[in-house]
């Protein structure tokens, strides 16, 4: 059998990767989100906590004593070098996830044959390689700031701008339409890339 084909999603904040990964799921592709797997690690690695309360302090723990995510933002939100610390620290350790959950799909008896992971970095930190195909979900930027309900975001001023992210894509979608709209071209590329095998 061959392995299932790597397909990542990335995009700008707010442009519906969510929501594509679902529709990649509902289409019979394995599914994982980078923010799964950071949920995951904070949630249950010991070594994470301790390098995130070394590197941020304890004011980041919940009253769980696990780190809290929404504690996290707060800390990092308007400090870069914080932010650089957590983004390095967690992004490698995203990376050896998905590849290992890769590595189990594709010892199933029966492995599928699309896996599509959603990275919302994939550009920014070179990720690309790791995969066969990139899907690209854009929006305009008023539709999406609408979509995170008017919140301004300074991360998106260190993003690569998506019309990049759009000529660098193997599929392009402008997700300005309905979702079933969406759905359905999710299908057709799921169309596309099990022909090709």
């Not at 790597?6 to 594509?20: D, E, H, L, N, Q």
């Not at 010991?46 to 590197?55: I, K, N, S, Y």
């Not at 957590?86 to 290992?100: C, I, N, T």
Request: proline share 6%; net charge negative.
């Amino acid at each position: 059998m061959q392995p299932p084909i790597a397909v990542a999603i990335t995009g700008g904040i707010g442009a519906g990767k969510s929501s594509a990964l679902q529709s990649f799921r509902r289409h019979g592709a394995a599914t994982v989100s980078s923010d799964e797997i950071v949920h995951h690690l904070l949630a249950t690695d010991p070594e994470v906590r301790h390098a995130l309360v070394e590197g941020l302090g304890d004011e980041i723990l919940g009253d769980d004593g696990a780190p809290d995510r929404e504690r996290i933002a707060v800390r990092v939100f308007k400090d870069r070098n914080a932010l650089e610390f957590l983004e390095g620290l967690l992004h490698p350790l995203v990376s050896r996830e998905y590849l290992a959950w890769r590595e189990q799909l594709a010892a199933l008896p029966t492995p599928p044959r699309v896996c599509v992971t959603e990275v919302p970095l994939l550009y920014e930190v070179g990720a690309e390689t790791r995969f066969d195909k990139v899907v690209v979900i854009t929006a305009p930027a008023k539709l999406r700031e609408a979509r995170r309900g008017g919140r301004k975001d300074d991360r998106e001023a260190r993003l690569l701008p998506d019309k990049e992210k759009a000529k660098r894509g193997d599929f392009v979608y402008v997700n300005t339409g309905t979702p079933e709209e969406l759905d359905a071209w999710v299908a057709g590329v799921m169309d596309t890339l099990t022909r090709a095998t």
